[in-house]
């Protein structure tokens, strides 16, 4: 079978799926460049869009490209590609994360990623309320089994270790509400409402705060005069998933990035809603104590996911890809 070419409408496919990807605080870190010659897409780092205090080695932003990268993969499968990924090919440019080759056509006997593709776009997350309804085992399941496919692990605690999961990011709460900076920090993320922004989070997506007080939901807003929604009851027995590594390496970020984008599409596809729990994993202390007894355990990600509303959809920048470096 002809390989497919890289034409206007395939590259805008991929990387429309691409920027779909999650990315903390909405910054979409990323820069894409294409090389005809070698039929690949170059993935950088855009280190305009890091947050120095709440990621200062870059480890969430590369989470972020990780994850587009796996979306790109997806994408490149529905199109009928064999992607290949290179992950740091180049010591003399560190901003290059990763190539993604679009070889093909993709092999048969090889468990395709095409069937996530529609979830790219239908994936938000979803900061509201969830109705307590667990997610069945065969999904739990399936979403360990995603992260184990791309080298990641995904744990799924008890009610005990949940609690103490939800304590720590909520510590981590606590302390970013009280640091000036880092309050600073996220409130230049939130998009006012009817402002024409490519980037960040509109108050309409940030949800409602729990009138319990068990759900550790970020505030962005902190103390500026701004619209809040009702506090609502989350939950009471909330699901959490904690996404590690082995290792905690520039690679093992861009894989967890790429777990954490497969777990994400895997749940979407069973009608699962998911939001992000980072506060615990931007202060060293709180992100060790996540990792609790396990041994070589790098945490990278709290993950909630249950059954609710849709998560509001974030605004994209334009994905048009520069000229390849050469």
């Keep these: 079978m002809q390989t497919r070419e890289v034409d206007a409408t395939a590259l805008q496919a991929l990387l429309a799926a691409a920027v779909a990807a999650p990315s903390i605080h909405n910054t979409q870190p990323w820069r894409f460049g294409l090389d005809p010659d070698s039929r690949s ?37 529905h199109l009928g590609w064999d992607p290949v990924v290179r992950l740091l090919p180049a010591a003399d440019d560190p901003d290059l994360l990763a190539t993604v080759r679009l070889a093909g056509p993709a092999a048969d006997a090889r468990l395709p990623l095409s069937h996530l593709y529609e979830a790219v776009e239908r994936r938000h997350t979803s900061r509201m309320p969830f109705t307590g309804r667990p997610v069945p085992d065969p999904v739990v399941t399936e979403m360990i089994g995603s992260a184990r496919a791309e080298g990641a692990h995904l744990d799924v605690p008890d009610i005990i270790g949940t609690r103490r999961l939800l304590r720590l990011t909520q510590a981590a709460e606590a302390r970013n509400a009280v640091h000036p900076a880092r309050a600073a920090e996220a409130r230049t993320w939130i998009t006012a409402p009817g402002t024409d922004a490519s980037y960040g989070i509109p108050f309409t997506a940030l949800g409602p705060r729990d009138a319990s007080g068990r759900m550790p939901v970020r505030d962005f807003t902190g103390r500026l005069p701004a619209p809040h929604l009702p506090a609502l009851r989350f939950e009471r027995h909330a699901q959490l998933a904690l996404l590690w590594t082995s290792h905690d390496r520039r690679e093992d970020w861009l894989r967890a990035g790429q777990a954490l984008e497969r777990v994400l599409l895997t749940a979407t596809r069973s009608g699962v809603r998911t939001s992000m729990l980072h506060q615990a994993m931007e202060w060293p202390d709180l992100r060790a104590a996540t990792a609790g007894s396990r041994r070589r355990c790098c945490p990278q ?18 994905a048009d890809p520069a000229p390849a470096s050469g």
Aim: aromatic content about 8%; overall charge positive.
């Design 301 to 318: 990600l709290l993950i909630r996911f249950g059954y609710g509303p849709e998560g509001g959809r974030m605004p994209r920048a334009s």
């Design 41 to 77: 897409i170059e993935v950088r780092a855009d280190r305009r869009r890091r947050l120095p205090l709440a990621d200062p080695d870059l480890r969430a932003q590369y989470l972020s490209v990780g994850a587009a990268v796996f979306n790109l993969r997806v994408a490149a499968e």
